[in-house]
């Protein structure tokens, strides 16, 4: 417990080694451990804001084009194969999920996928199991594009706090060194003082890109859910129009 408390953040005796590195070499082993912990965040958090941008712009594109092919499809048989030409398209996969379970609601179940057009009406109880199946695509779809996001939030809101506990402490074992020496002069207590500002520091360049890039993601994520529910209603529409009103 006497290394923690030990002045060796500040060379009391000597010059104010203003160097950054130097100055996180030089912190006391709590402050380092804190500032390996904010090292940690920051770099997970710079690895999910890298592959969620890899995977959210896929998205946004594969949603684009499956939605051009599906807007030229004169049938819904024929949309069947251009939406796995998309495995990254949310829209796509709603796509999917709402066709098949419109097949297994026909009323000719030995009938090919690619006969769906031509099979007869479909109960209206049918038209809420496809609703339903829907809407948990979206919903499944939803939750793929958030994951991980939480880390990010987690680092915003935490990271700020970690850091605030580096500089406490640092403070804390630089006021110890300084009651020791007897001298409360501005050259003996300012290294310390920086010096312990670091974790705070630290603890802000982890937070912000967090914070910022969560909530940069969060709205990309709501358009696409927005998409994915218009596609779903329409789908529904056509289902309506064309099936059951046969």
Same mark, same amino acid.
């Given at each position: 417990m006497g290394t923690l408390f030990a002045v060796s953040a500040v060379d009391f005796g000597g010059e104010f080694r203003g160097n950054l590195l130097q100055?996180?070499?030089?912190?006391?082993?709590?402050?380092?451990?804190?500032?390996?912990?904010?090292?940690?965040?920051?770099?997970?958090?710079?690895?999910?804001?890298?592959?969620? $941008?890899? %995977?959210?712009?896929?998205?946004?594109?594969e949603n684009n084009q499956f939605l051009d092919a599906y807007m030229n499809a004169s049938k819904l048989s024929d949309v069947l194969p251009e939406s796995k030409r998309y495995p990254n398209s949310t829209i796509a996969e709603v796509f999917r999920a709402g066709y098949l379970e419109l097949g297994k609601i026909s009323r000719t179940p030995r009938a090919s996928q690619g006969d769906l057009l031509d099979a007869p009406g479909i109960e209206m109880r049918g038209l809420d199991n496809v609703e339903r199946a829907l809407h948990r695509a979206c919903g499944t779809e939803t939750s793929k594009l958030e994951s991980l996001l939480g880390f990010l939030a987690t680092t915003g809101s935490a990271c700020p706090f970690i850091g605030l506990f580096g500089t406490v402490w640092g403070i804390m074992n630089a006021f110890r060194g300084i009651g020791a020496r007897g001298s409360a002069t501005l050259a003996v207590v300012a290294p310390g003082i920086s010096e312990a500002l670091i974790a705070t520091a630290f603890g802000l360049a982890a937070a912000i890109p967090a914070v910022v890039f969560y909530n940069y993601y969060l709205n990309r994520i709501r358009s696409i859910s927005l998409e994915m529910d218009n596609f779903a209603s329409e789908f529904l529409n056509? %289902?309506?129009?064309? $099936?059951?009103?046969?």
């Open positions: 100055m996180v070499i030089d912190a006391g082993p709590m402050v380092q451990f804190v500032l390996l912990l904010l090292l940690v965040f920051s770099i997970v958090s710079w690895a999910i804001i890298l592959m969620k $941008y890899r %995977v959210i712009s896929r998205t946004e594109k056509i %289902v309506e129009r064309h $099936y059951l009103q046969r």
